[in-house]
Nanobody, 136 residues
């Protein structure tokens, strides 16, 4: 069964760090393109970073120099190391297997209710999200 489980979110003060985890199961993780998205209240969902087995492929301009994406194929886990956090980084962060639904069209978009991000970024498979709150 396909599943993405995020963890590692929390509340920190500005300048602090958090590391997000996304553990995958039910599909070939090391052959998949994975991503982190985020959605703040009142804002559109935004792509933060993309990872493949051969390395990071995209990083949102506003987090460059502060966030690092990586993955461990032996553990089927993707990470987002977030340093020098700012209040504007406050959001729900979602892990996604990009375009997985193209290959597996009978899958739902997520195991539970799909996040709002699924309306803008279709054909991804989504985790349920983890809250990151940065206070000034």
């Amino acid at each position: 069964e396909v599943q993405l489980v995020e963890s590692g979110g929390g509340s920190v003060q500005a300048g602090g760090s958090l590391r997000l985890f996304c553990t995958a199961s039910g599909f070939t993780f090391d052959e998949s393109e994975m991503g982190w998205y985020r959605q703040a209240p009142g804002d559109e969902c935004a792509l933060v970073s993309i990872s493949r087995s051969d390395g990071p492929k995209y990083l949102l301009d506003s987090v460059k120099g502060r966030f690092t994406i990586s993955q461990d194929n032996d553990k089927n886990t993707m990470y987002l190391q977030m340093n020098s956090l700012k209040p504007e980084d406050t959001a729900i962060y979602y892990c996604a297997a990009l375009k997985l639904l193209y290959a597996r069209p009978h899958l739902p978009a997520s195991r539970g209710a799909p996040p709002p991000c699924a309306q803008r970024f279709v054909n991804n498979f989504w985790g349920q999200g983890t809250q990151v709150t940065v206070s000034s």
